[in-house]
């Protein structure tokens, strides 16, 4: 078990009011998982996402990744594990404008001060995997909002982490571009045996998902 969620809480402060997001949640995120988490807006799919990535802490129970631990840890320590062993996609791709595509997905290597070779390598073999080989000198605004999320998907690829979040990938793109898009991360997740936890509204990305957890007023419905 990769991943593994017991009885997980979470509240927010908003003003004078305590709202529940979650409200005592049990997952487990098996490795090789292509996992869609579907709900409604304010069900608590994002906050449940949050708490995968180890982006947030719960206020109740544990969070497992492999035999680990991990849910409580200190802000450096999960920080630590997030460059080591996640990689995120953003619904807003989170591209960083004045980088290059080439160095918007060289970004995580060099948190990890893998040597020069070793980065160019990696980074020639996922801008290839991602259809990208020609455009690794343009920059964010120069490319089409499909290239930008492939950009995303290939920086969040290349360090090959264990746990991939993706939050709605699909989320603001055409028909043809999501489908796309929804191809390559299968093709990227059966052929890298990277576990995959997709927040998702998209009926599409959900049928190509082997499992799919929905979840409603902060519980898991399926």
């Known amino acids: 078990m990769l991943l593994t969620l017991q009885g997980i809480k979470k509240s927010y402060h908003l003003g004078g009011n305590i709202v529940p997001a979650l409200r005592g949640i049990d997952l487990m995120v098996h ?7 579907m709900g409604p807006s304010g ?20 969070i497992h990744l492999d035999d680990g631990e991990v849910g409580q840890l200190p ?39 893998m040597p020069r070779a070793a980065r160019e390598e990696r980074i ?6 991602t259809g990208l080989s ?15 999320q492939r950009v995303a998907i290939a920086r969040a690829l290349v360090k090959r982490p264990e746990l991939v979040i993706a939050d709605e990938p699909t989320a603001n793109l055409d028909t ?18 990277t576990t995959f936890v997709i927040a998702t509204h ?16 902060g519980v898991i419905l399926s």
């Open 31 to 37: 490795h090789g998982d292509f996992m869609a988490l």
């Open 43 to 62: 069900s608590g799919k994002s906050t449940l996402l949050n708490l995968c990535g180890l982006l947030d802490v719960p206020d109740e129970g544990t």
């Open 75 to 113: 802000e450096r320590a999960r920080t630590l594990i997030r460059r080591q062993r996640i990689g995120f996609v953003f619904q807003g791709f989170n591209l960083v404008p004045v980088l290059t595509v080439h160095d918007n997905v060289e970004y995580p290597l060099l948190l990890s001060a």
């Open 124 to 129: 020639d073999w996922i801008l290839g995997r």
């Open 134 to 148: 020609r455009f690794g000198h343009h920059l964010p605004d120069q490319l089409s909002g499909g290239q930008r």
């Open 176 to 193: 043809v571009t999501a489908t796309e898009i929804i191809d390559l991360m299968h093709e990227l997740a059966c052929d890298a045996a």
């Open 202 to 217: 998209d009926e599409r990305m959900a049928k190509r998902c082997a499992r799919v957890i929905h979840v409603q007023d």
